[in-house]
């Protein structure tokens, strides 16, 4: 499949952003999806993960609360909504995927470099 982000943009502490994850291809919905973002100067890291019928999810703990990711296969779509934005949530957004379950329990913290199947990234700024 081939991957798209879109809906970055900017806001102030407090505020919500909706990041979409597109995708064409078929057999989207055999796909695990996982969100990570990139700050200047740091390594990528793991957001949030959702199986393929989003059943399991899974969330970094510095976002664990605020952020919520869900899908609709009928769309081909991943979402990512962001609440209580934090400055120091400001990154550029990136959607990955792969044929993957997800553990049951969601307790599932991948590293960047597990995925090889990657959209363009959106940049988030939450200005304080």
């Known amino acids: 499949v081939q991957l798209q982000a879109s809906g970055g943009g900017t806001v102030q502490a407090g505020g919500s952003l909706r990041l979409s994850c597109a995708a064409s291809?078929?057999?989207?919905?055999?796909?695990?999806v996982a969100w990570f973002r990139q700050a200047p100067g740091l390594e990528r890291e793991f957001v949030s993960a959702i199986n393929w019928n989003g059943g399991i999810t899974s969330h970094a703990a510095s976002v664990k609360g605020r952020f919520t990711i869900s899908r609709d296969n009928a769309k081909n779509t991943v979402y990512l909504q962001m609440n209580s934005l934090k400055p120091e949530d400001t990154a550029v957004y990136y959607c990955a995927a792969k044929v993957f379950s997800l553990p049951q329990r969601g307790n599932y913290y991948p590293r960047w470099n597990e995925y090889s199947n990657w959209g363009q990234g959106t940049q988030v700024t939450v200005s304080s």
């Open positions: 291809g078929r057999r989207f919905s055999s796909y695990a």
